[in-house]
């Protein structure tokens, strides 16, 4: 078998797709090439960029490569593998945070503003992101306010026979009453729409127009009104507004890096000249070359976003690595017209530039500084617990029931202060116990007894108060168990009912009074953390389980429908069966697309 330097000379030079290898044979990093030669020796030669990209050539054992006829050709097989395989030293778009959108569904006869997370290619129309959501409330309050739009949701909408409360305040035009004809009302969301999209000088000037008209025909009332609605899009359109020079779309892409390899990036959305959105990606795990970023971003962006959103028609970016003609082709297909790459070096372009790096500059030291929080968390809990060491694995448990009915357990993990989803658990109690002391006892034993129990955490997490944690006690007493306890209840005032206001309690055995943790201190917010996330773990299984009862759960999902769905459980047995299974698993025996067997488990995980 030839080594990687026998591999390396016999490169040829043409045009591919390189996949960095470690010595598992796993998938590290996969790259485009204009020149296959030139580019993977260029990741051995000399010291690299950046520590990142250091550390991917450290890990390399191996490579692949497949020639392709074109660059664009390339490009594209690139796409497909970063997808299927998800490669750690490339760009992964997936955030914790999703920023909200604003969708209009342009398919009903009376569609409405609705604030959402994630988009979805179902033919509706897509607003955002929006960073500011306050701002953004704000602003949709008076579109809906000044257009008369409605708000009420579908089936209140359907089943109205008279108009609610905000049509007699003149704050809706009555839709649902057909006190407004369909083009009237399309009409007036379509002018909403248009300020959202950063057009809103025409309707602006429009409104002043009226507003003129009602002065001169002395219909004082109806010009106050609209002297009121230009001031409040004056006050929206100002808060969009930023001088890009011309009346143009434009995406910015800016990028920096700190000095231990992390990267992060900021688009900043323009269009017709008015600040749409903004939105920031952290990139730590990126390991390719600092001056291919913005490309690569670029391709994961516009091959990922659903239908509505397409491409402006110029693209500003620090740098661009080869293959500029054929990343700017391909973009230029998916929106049917050319689109420009730029790389600023004067001019109000490069101001926009400047402030799109600003932007991810200050986003990267709050990561900084977020990331520093874990450990300091960590510190505070191993001293003020009196542990041995640093509690890198701590686990929470989690009663869930609806009057005594399908009661369930969660038991989450956070490993070194941040969640670690593939390792959460889901019990499902038949025949409970009678009260929550009892059945968290049970809880208990099925985590840590058994024939093949897993590893051991460092801190055990209870949701509960002194009781929770003697029936625990009792519990690794007769299993023979020493794992550190610690239990978080609720702040209740003096008549015993529980308050937000007063802070969490938590206990610890051999110790009469309550830990000294304050509200702002990290080991506090921590634990508050982890005992949230069990809360919600188990509260989502146990409406998973009602759900059920109506129909299966998996029709929620993205890629399934009636058909797959009964496919998978007449495979599979159950839902329960599902959620235990890995990716491969599923695509495996179901023979459905690895990316719809990522979509199922990726749901169940996110609970």
């Known amino acids: ?173 009555g839709p649902c009453c057909d006190h407004v ?17 950063g057009r809103g000088q025409p309707v602006l000037r429009s409104l002043k127009r009226d507003m003129k008209r009602a002065a001169a025909e002395l219909d004082f009332e109806r010009a106050a009104v609209l002297r009121d609605a230009v001031a409040d899009l004056e006050l929206v359109l100002e808060n969009q507004a930023i001088d890009a020079g011309r009346d143009e779309d434009i995406d910015v892409v800016g990028c920096v890096a700190s000095e231990d390899g992390a990267s992060a990036l900021y688009l900043l959305t323009i269009r017709r000249g008015n600040v749409i959105g903004g939105r920031p990606f952290s990139l730590a795990g990126y390991g390719g070359n600092f001056l291919d970023l913005p490309a690569a971003f670029i391709q994961r962006h516009y091959s990922e976003t659903g239908a509505g959103e397409m491409p402006p028609g110029v693209i500003i970016v620090s740098s ?134 897993l590893p051991l955490p460092e801190l055990l997490l209870l949701d509960g108060g002194r009781p929770q944690l003697e029936a625990v006690m009792r519990v690794f007493d007769e299993l023979d168990i020493a794992v550190p306890l610690l239990a978080i209840a609720k702040g209740r005032d003096e008549q015993g009912r529980k308050k937000s206001e007063i802070p969490d309690r938590f206990y610890q055995p051999g110790r009469k009074d309550a830990l000294n943790l304050t509200v702002r201190a990290p080991a506090y917010r921590l634990l508050q953390q982890v005992r949230d996330e069990a809360h ?31 496919c998978l459980l007449k495979i599979f047995g159950s839902v329960e069966v599902i959620m235990s299974l890995k990716v491969e698993e599923i695509a495996g025996k179901a023979a459905i697309p690895l990316a719809v067997a990522r979509n199922v488990t990726d749901f169940f995980r996110q609970g």
């Open 1 to 173: 078998m030839p080594t990687l330097n026998e591999k390396l000379k016999n490169l040829p030079d043409h045009p591919g797709v390189y996949q960095f290898l470690d010595k598992n044979g796993r998938i590290l990093y996969v790259g485009k090439a204009i020149s296959l030669s030139k580019r993977v020796r260029s990741y051995f030669i000399g010291k690299p960029d950046r520590a990142k990209t250091a550390l991917l050539v450290g890990k390399i054992c191996d490579f692949e490569i497949i020639l392709t006829a074109s660059e664009v050709e390339a490009l594209l097989l690139e796409n497909n593998l970063i997808k299927e395989h998800r490669p750690p030293f490339n760009i992964d778009l997936k955030d914790d945070k999703n920023y909200p959108y604003v969708r209009l569904d342009r398919q009903q006869h009376f569609p409405r503003f609705e604030v959402v997370r994630r988009r979805k290619a179902d033919g509706a129309r897509y607003f955002g992101p929006y960073p500011a959501v306050g701002a953004l409330r704000k602003t949709l309050a008076l579109l809906n306010k000044h257009f008369r739009l409605r708000r009420c949701r579908g089936e209140r909408f359907a089943n109205r026979v008279r108009p609610c409360l905000n049509y007699q305040m003149q704050l809706c035009s």
């Open 181 to 197: 004809s369909i083009v009237e009302y399309r009409r007036l969301i379509s002018s909403a729409a248009l300020i959202l999209g």
């Open 320 to 453: 661009l690595g080869e293959g500029r003609q054929a990343l700017a082709t391909w973009l230029g297909e998916i929106r049917g017209r050319r689109v420009q790459l730029l790389v600023p070096e004067r001019g109000r372009r490069l101001q926009l530039l400047r402030l799109a790096e600003k932007n991810a500059l200050e986003f990267l030291s709050r990561q900084d500084k977020r990331d520093d929080f874990p450990e300091l968390a960590l510190k505070e809990l191993a001293r003020v617990c009196h542990l041995k060491g640093l509690p890198e694995v701590i686990e929470g448990v989690d009663i869930s029931n609806l009057q005594d009915e399908s009661v369930v357990a969660s038991l989450v993990c956070f490993r070194d202060g941040k969640a670690s989803k593939s390792e959460y658990r889901r019990y499902r109690l038949e025949n409970a116990p009678p009260d929550d002391f009892a059945r968290m006892a049970v809880v208990i034993r099925r985590r840590f007894g058994g024939e093949n129990p």
């Open 536 to 566: 919600r773990f188990a509260i989502n299984y146990h409406r998973l389980l009602r759900q059920q009862g109506r129909e299966t759960i998996l029709l929620e999902i993205d890629g399934i429908g009636n058909k797959r769905a009964q």
